[in-house]
């Protein structure tokens, strides 16, 4: 009987710690050809692909983690020494207009200055979160979002996610 109850409180034990497993791991990694550094929390894909924004042919970087229902990313694509600050400018404008069409919002305004912004929505009758961040940084343009339903994502994870960001 000893045996058997000692057998069970290994078990039980066992069971514990696999449930003391965190469920953010926070990591800190290089992104946007090593112009910048991220904290994420969990372990990372990283994916290419070409796409056209504003007339130009860019190859985009999406470095991602997902938490839960969450999703943390940062993406990336160098610009051509030949794109103006003008032109500069219109990229971030677009790539914030998409990030606002995704949740049917507005971009607030200092989104286009390259600060940090928030928006609420509800995706699927299920509040939601979504931070960004759009800027351009020795000739890279830098996505910087994390978005999900706010019961699966805390404000304080995602803000912690965007105030990771150190620009090198």
């Given amino acids: 009987m000893r045996k058997f109850i000692s057998l069970c409180l290994v078990?039980?034990?066992l069971l514990g710690l696999a449930g003391c497993t965190p469920e953010y791991n926070w990591r800190e990694?290089?992104?946007a050809d090593e112009r910048a550094v991220v904290m994420f929390p969990a372990r990372t894909k990283v994916e290419q692909r070409?796409?056209?924004v504003e007339g130009l042919s860019l190859t985009f970087s999406l470095s991602s983690a997902a938490v839960g229902d969450a999703v943390f990313s940062v993406g990336s694509a160098a610009l051509d020494e030949s794109v103006t600050a003008a032109k500069a400018q219109a990229l971030v404008d677009a790539f914030v207009r998409a990030l606002s069409r995704r949740v049917g919002q507005s971009a607030p305004p200092q989104a286009a200055t390259g600060e940090a912004f928030t928006l609420e929505?509800?995706?699927n009758?299920?509040?939601s979160l979504l931070m960004g961040r759009v800027?351009?940084?020795r000739g890279?343009?830098?996505?910087?979002?994390?978005?999900?339903?706010?019961?699966?994502l805390s404000r304080e994870n995602a803000s912690d996610f965007m105030r990771s960001l150190v620009l090198r």
Wanted: glycine share 6%.
């Fill in 140 to 152: 890279m343009l830098i996505q910087v979002v994390v978005s999900g339903p706010t019961q699966a």
């Fill in 135 to 137: 800027l351009v940084h």
């Fill in 11 to 13: 078990w039980v034990t």
């Fill in 121 to 123: 929505t509800v995706v």
């Fill in 50 to 52: 070409k796409i056209e």
């Fill in 125 to 127: 009758g299920r509040p």
């Fill in 29 to 31: 990694l290089s992104v």
